[in-house]
């Protein structure tokens, strides 16, 4: 089991550390004969934190939310099992979900969660979720918790995006590439803090075609540090 601490690179300093986090995983496995269904969930859990609170709602949502995919991803197997037509042969429907820290530092965990799915078909989907959490309070945050109030940040990220050329990378900067058709970011588009760096991103098939896959966005733009 892997483990990783938050006790460097804060953003802020503070004369009394009181979260001591660290983040570890939960492996939950599971095969459906029947349906041919298999599921791997790597889920993250968080401890050491001061609010116990504060970490179980962390967790809970984090446990939640791999659930929900657990369980949809469940349904569409057993929905494609029964419209099989008679004679067809069922193909086995596999879900794996990981994730990557991202941030960590004594108040802030920014993570970014993989779902793979293979349900028939040429090649294997990939969608991905970033969530960043207050390791103080427990609030999760949206793009726009991240700037002052009267900051117009989706005009600002669109600008940077522009100036740039459109440039966009592809997981871990593998490769880039332009994407001429990009228009705006959503008010809650999807990110992580990357060392509280910000990071757009787009899932496959959001802004470009499928084959060039995951899409991220560094950005420059100063974030409210206050908030955290």
């Known amino acids: 089991m892997v483990f990783f601490s938050g006790l460097e690179n804060s953003p802020v300093s503070s004369p009394v550390i009181i979260n001591h986090p660290v983040v570890s995983q939960d492996e939950y496995n599971s095969e459906n004969t029947d349906h041919k269904m ?3 969930l790597y889920v993250p859990h968080i401890d050491g934190l001061s ?3 504060v970490q ?3 967790n809970d949502r984090l446990l939640t939310y791999a659930n929900k995919i657990k369980d949809d991803f469940a349904a569409w197997a057993k929905s494609d099992f029964e419209n099989l037509s008679q004679g067809m042969e069922a193909y086995t429907h596999a879900l794996t979900l990981s994730f990557e820290v991202k ?3 004594e108040s802030i965990l920014s993570i970014l969660i993989t779902e793979d799915s293979y349900t028939g078909g040429p090649y294997p989907t990939s969608y991905n979720h970033g969530f960043t959490f207050n390791l103080n309070t427990g609030e999760e945050y949206l793009l726009s918790d991240l700037f002052k109030d009267d900051f ?3 005009t600002a990220i669109n600008s940077e995006i522009i100036n740039s050329g459109n440039l966009f990378y592809g997981k871990d900067k593998a490769y880039d590439i332009d994407i001429p058709q990009f228009d705006s970011i959503t008010e809650n588009q999807n990110f992580y803090l990357n060392d509280m760096q910000l990071i757009i991103f787009y899932n496959e ?8 896959g995951y899409l991220e966005f560094y950005s420059d ?8």
């Open 51 to 53: 609010d116990k609170a």
């Open 221 to 228: 733009i100063t974030l409210d540090i206050s908030r955290f």
């Open 38 to 40: 298999t599921v791997r």
């Open 56 to 58: 179980s709602g962390i």
């Open 205 to 212: 098939d959001e802004i470009a075609p499928h084959a060039v």
């Open 152 to 154: 117009d940040y989706v």
């Open 103 to 105: 941030t960590l530092t």
